[in-house]
C-alpha cells in the first residue's frame, strides 16, 4: 500500500483546510501531515489545533458564521491552490450559503445548486430516498402543535422524535437529538418545547434493532458517478445508546447499506462526502434508510485505518487528480471515541449487582483493544487529548471557585 507521498507526491499537495474539524477533521489532518500536505484547521478551541504538524486558525462559530469567510480569504491568499473540508453540519450549510463568495482558489463541494441542503434535511432526503426507492420509515412533519395532532392519529407507534436539521437542534438543546416516543402523550411531552421554539420536528417510525444493527456507509461521490472511496461502518455501541454518534463501530463491506446509500446519492445528484446510515429491521433483516450526513462522518478515521485511503484519496479527488484503483477495505478494524463510549459505562453497570460489574466492564472495554482508530485518544499522536483534559481540568476548578463556603 502506498503512503501519502507515493500516492500524489509530497510537493503537489494542495493547502488542506478543514473548517470545524471534530473528530473526523483530526483523523484526516493526521493522515495528511503524515503524508506530507500542509493542513490548517479553524476551529473555536485549539483541539486539533495541538496535533501533531498541523497549523490553524481559532476563530468561533458566531451568528453567520463570523469571521469564517475573512479567515478563508486570508488563507488563500498564501497558497496557489486549496481544497477545503468540513466535518460539521452547520459548516456543510454554511459552505453552501457562502459558496459563491469562497476564494476561488479553493476547491469545495458544496455549492449553492448542490444536493447538500436537501439531503441535509431529513424531510427532503427522505423525499429522494423514496424516489430512489429505497425503504423508508413512515415520516410525518410538524411545525407547530396544531400540526402535530393529527398526524398522532396515524402515526405507527412507537415513532421516534427528532429534528429536520440537527445542527439547528445542537445549539439550541445539545447532542441528544432522537427520541423514542411510545405513544401520542409522549410525543406531545417530547415536541412541546421545541416545536413552541420554532423547530421543525419528524415522527418517523421505529425500526426494531439494537445498536448493533445500524449501518453507514460512508463514500465520496463524484460528478461522474463514481466513488472513489467507499467503506462501511457497523456500529457496535452508540452515544445517546439507541440514536446516536457512533461510541464503537467496526469496518465491513455492508454490500446492501452501501447499494442503498449509492441509489440514493445517484438519485439526488450529489457530489461530496456523504455517510449515508440504515437500520437493519432485527425481524426481518431489511435495511432501511435513516438519514444522510453530508460532510466528513465522525468515523472518517477508520477509512484510513481499514486501508481505503480515505483521506489521501478525497484530497486526490477535490483537486482533480487522476486516482488509481481503490484499494481493499480490511473488514473488522475497530474503531473507538472513548470520549463519547465512557458515558455509557456508568448507566450500564449501575444497575447490576456488583459481583456481575467485572464481567460487563470487561465486555465494554474489549473492544478497545488493538482498535485501528481511537480519535482524540491516540497516544501516538497525544497534544489534541492533552488540551481536551486541560480544558476539562479549568471547568472543574472554575466550578469548584464558584461553590458557597459554609
Same mark, same amino acid.
Given at each position: 500500500?502506498?503512503?501519502?507521498? !507515493?500516492?500524489?507526491?509530497?510537493?503537489? #499537495?494542495?493547502?488542506?483546510?478543514?473548517?470545524?474539524?471534530?473528530?473526523?477533521?483530526?483523523?484526516?489532518?493526521?493522515?495528511?501531515?503524515?503524508? +506530507?500536505?500542509?493542513?490548517?484547521?479553524?476551529?473555536?478551541?485549539?483541539?486539533?489545533?495541538?496535533?501533531?504538524?498541523?497549523?490553524?486558525?481559532?476563530?468561533?462559530?458566531?451568528?453567520?458564521?463570523?469571521?469564517?469567510?475573512?479567515? =478563508?480569504?486570508?488563507?488563500?491568499?498564501?497558497?496557489?491552490?486549496?481544497?477545503? =473540508?468540513?466535518?460539521?453540519?452547520?459548516?456543510?450549510?454554511?459552505?453552501?450559503?457562502? /459558496?459563491?463568495?469562497?476564494?476561488?482558489?479553493?476547491?469545495?463541494? *458544496?455549492?449553492?445548486?448542490?444536493?447538500?441542503?436537501?439531503?441535509?434535511?431529513? !424531510?427532503?432526503?427522505?423525499?429522494?430516498?423514496?424516489?430512489?426507492?429505497?425503504?423508508?420509515? #413512515?415520516?410525518?412533519?410538524? /411545525?407547530?402543535?396544531?400540526?402535530?395532532?393529527?398526524?398522532?392519529?396515524?402515526?405507527?407507534?412507537?415513532?421516534?422524535?427528532? @429534528?429536520?436539521?440537527?445542527?439547528?437542534?445542537?445549539?439550541?438543546? +445539545?447532542?441528544?437529538?432522537?427520541?423514542?416516543?411510545?405513544?401520542?402523550?409522549?410525543?406531545?411531552?417530547?415536541?412541546?418545547?421545541?416545536?413552541?421554539?420554532?423547530?421543525?420536528?419528524?415522527?418517523?417510525? $421505529?425500526?426494531?434493532?439494537?445498536?448493533?444493527?445500524?449501518?453507514?456507509?460512508?463514500?465520496?461521490?463524484?460528478?461522474?458517478? /463514481? $466513488?472513489?472511496?467507499?467503506?462501511?461502518?457497523?456500529?457496535?455501541? !452508540? $452515544?445517546?445508546?439507541?440514536?446516536?454518534?457512533?461510541?464503537?463501530?467496526?469496518?465491513? @463491506?455492508? &454490500?446492501?447499506?452501501?447499494?442503498?446509500?449509492?441509489?440514493?446519492?445517484?438519485?439526488?445528484?450529489?457530489?461530496?462526502?456523504?455517510?449515508? *446510515?440504515?437500520?437493519?429491521?432485527?425481524?426481518?433483516?431489511?435495511?432501511?434508510?435513516?438519514?444522510?450526513?453530508?460532510?466528513? &462522518?465522525?468515523? #472518517?478515521? =477508520?477509512?484510513?485505518?481499514?486501508?481505503?485511503?480515505?483521506?489521501?484519496?478525497?484530497?486526490?479527488?477535490?483537486?482533480?487528480?487522476?486516482?488509481? !484503483?481503490?484499494?481493499?477495505?480490511?473488514?473488522?478494524?475497530?474503531?473507538?471515541?472513548?470520549?463519547?463510549? #465512557?458515558?455509557?459505562?456508568? @448507566?450500564?453497570?449501575?444497575?447490576? @449487582?456488583?459481583?456481575?460489574?467485572?464481567?460487563?466492564?470487561?465486555?465494554?472495554?474489549? &473492544? $478497545?483493544?488493538? %482498535?485501528?482508530?481511537?480519535?482524540?485518544?491516540?497516544?501516538?499522536?497525544?497534544?489534541?487529548?492533552? %488540551?481536551?483534559?486541560?480544558?476539562?481540568?479549568?471547568?472543574?476548578?472554575?466550578?469548584? =471557585?464558584?461553590?458557597?463556603?459554609?
Amino acid at each position: 500500500m502506498s503512503d501519502g507521498r !507515493q500516492e500524489l507526491g509530497e510537493a503537489a #499537495w494542495p493547502h488542506v483546510i478543514v473548517l470545524e474539524p471534530s473528530n473526523a477533521g483530526l483523523a484526516l489532518a493526521r493522515r495528511l501531515v503524515g503524508a +506530507g500536505a500542509r493542513v490548517t484547521v479553524v476551529e473555536g478551541k485549539p483541539i486539533a489545533a495541538r496535533s501533531r504538524g498541523v497549523e490553524s486558525v481559532l476563530e468561533h462559530h458566531k451568528a453567520e458564521g463570523g469571521r469564517w469567510l475573512e479567515v =478563508l480569504h486570508e488563507l488563500s491568499r498564501g497558497c496557489e491552490e486549496g481544497v477545503l =473540508l468540513t466535518a460539521t453540519d452547520r459548516g456543510s450549510a454554511w459552505l453552501v450559503r457562502e /459558496s459563491e463568495r469562497l476564494p476561488p482558489n479553493l476547491r469545495h463541494f *458544496e455549492a449553492r445548486d448542490s444536493a447538500h441542503m436537501a439531503l441535509m434535511d431529513k !424531510q427532503r432526503a427522505d423525499v429522494v430516498a423514496r424516489r430512489a426507492g429505497v425503504r423508508v420509515p #413512515w415520516t410525518a412533519q410538524a /411545525s407547530s402543535v396544531e400540526e402535530l395532532e393529527p398526524l398522532l392519529d396515524r402515526a405507527p407507534w412507537p415513532c421516534v422524535v427528532k @429534528p429536520v436539521l440537527s445542527h439547528e437542534w445542537r445549539e439550541r438543546f +445539545g447532542a441528544k437529538r432522537s427520541f423514542l416516543a411510545g405513544d401520542p402523550d409522549e410525543a406531545r411531552r417530547l415536541l412541546a418545547e421545541p416545536l413552541a421554539d420554532g423547530f421543525r420536528m419528524l415522527l418517523s417510525q $421505529y425500526i426494531p434493532g439494537g445498536d448493533e444493527d445500524v449501518e453507514e456507509g460512508i463514500v465520496v461521490r463524484l460528478a461522474d458517478g /463514481s $466513488y472513489p472511496v467507499q467503506f462501511g461502518v457497523r456500529k457496535l455501541r !452508540q $452515544y445517546p445508546r439507541g440514536f446516536g454518534e457512533t461510541a464503537v463501530g467496526e469496518s465491513a @463491506p455492508l &454490500p446492501e447499506t452501501m447499494e442503498l446509500a449509492k441509489r440514493v446519492l445517484d438519485e439526488a445528484g450529489f457530489v461530496g462526502v456523504a455517510g449515508v *446510515e440504515t437500520k437493519r429491521h432485527a425481524d426481518t433483516d431489511e435495511r432501511w434508510f435513516l438519514e444522510v450526513n453530508v460532510r466528513l &462522518p465522525g468515523q #472518517w478515521g =477508520l477509512g484510513d485505518a481499514c486501508g481505503v485511503r480515505a483521506s489521501t484519496r478525497v484530497v486526490r479527488a477535490l483537486a482533480g487528480r487522476p486516482l488509481d !484503483q481503490a484499494p481493499p477495505l480490511r473488514p473488522g478494524v475497530r474503531f473507538v471515541q472513548p470520549d463519547l463510549d #465512557w458515558r455509557n459505562v456508568r @448507566p450500564t453497570l449501575a444497575p447490576l @449487582p456488583l459481583h456481575r460489574r467485572p464481567a460487563a466492564a470487561w465486555r465494554l472495554a474489549r &473492544p $478497545y483493544f488493538g %482498535a485501528g482508530e481511537l480519535g482524540l485518544f491516540d497516544l501516538r499522536d497525544p497534544g489534541p487529548l492533552l %488540551a481536551v483534559l486541560r480544558q476539562f481540568a479549568r471547568r472543574r476548578v472554575a466550578r469548584v =471557585l464558584k461553590r458557597p463556603v459554609d
